[in-house]
T-cell receptor, first 115, second 111 residues
Framework: EPEVTQTPSHQVTQMGQEVILRCVPI?????FYWYRQILGQKVEFLVS????????KSEIFDDQFSVERPDGSNFTLKIRSTKLEDSAMYFC?????????????FGNGTRLTVT | GENVEQHPSTLSVQEGDSAVIKCTYS??????FPWYKQELGKRPQLIID?????GEKKDQRIAVTLNKTAKHFSLHITETQPEDSAVYFC??????????FGAGTRLAVHP
């Protein structure tokens, strides 16, 4: 069964540094998402991406965050200047089509630790 | 804004008992309600979902009910087993094809 893949599985960075989290969505999917989960808390929506542009973003997704689909397969999340409170598990997800005609598939996540 | 409330936050049952987790949502436009199971350190995995044109759906030991008028939906697990122990998240569709998650329920099934 095809899966959403994320790399790295764990990223440790110092406060103020830039990080790029990488995702390869399932190949025939059209909708892409980033969610984050602070340890022990709920899964929070960050951003949705469709047709090479952001569809919607949450208030968490401020100017320090950006997403990109640089080629036909990768979908990246960049945090320009990390803060301690950015430490969380970041999940990439994808979906075949909108209106939930298909399930949302999550990757295994990248655990980001900012020190 | 869009919000999903989930109760209880923790639930402890004996093996073989039933477990019920309840969620309410705020956005009357929500029309899709999935449930995810998350084991420690792993990704959320879809276990069952329901759309707004259906009131109830069942898959073996798990079932979900939806009351659109009251804006709440529930997950029912019967004949619980130790491997059902995990965190369960409800979610509701909102905005432009995004999911809003509840805070999660930590279910512990004791042998």
């Amino acid at each position: 069964e095809p899966e959403v893949t994320q790399t790295p599985s764990h990223q440790v960075t110092q406060m103020g540094q830039e990080v790029i989290l990488r995702c390869v969505p399932i190949s025939n999917h059209l909708y892409f998402y980033w969610y984050r989960q602070i340890l022990g808390q709920k899964v929070e929506f960050l951003v949705s991406f469709y047709n090479n542009e952001i569809s919607e973003k949450s208030e968490i997704f401020d100017d320090q965050f950006s997403v990109e689909r640089p080629d036909g397969s990768n979908f990246t999340l960049k945090i320009r200047s990390t803060k301690l409170e950015d430490s969380a598990m970041y999940f990439c997800a994808s979906m075949t089509s909108g209106a939930y005609n298909s399930p949302l598939h999550f990757g295994n996540g990248t655990r980001l630790t900012v020190t | 804004g869009e919000n999903v409330e989930q109760h209880p936050s923790t639930l402890s049952v004996q093996e073989g008992d039933s477990a019920v987790i309840k969620c309410t949502y705020s956005d009357s436009a929500s029309n899709y309600f999935p449930w995810y199971k998350q084991e420690l350190g792993k990704r959320p995995q879809l276990i069952i979902d329901i759309r707004s044109n259906v009131g109830e759906k069942k898959d073996q030991r798990i079932a979900v009910t939806l009351n659109k008028t009251a804006k709440h939906f529930s997950l029912h697990i019967t004949e619980t087993q130790p491997e059902d122990s995990a965190v369960y998240f409800c979610a509701a569709s909102g905005g432009y094809n995004k999911l809003i998650f509840g805070a999660g329920t930590r279910l512990a099934v004791h042998p």
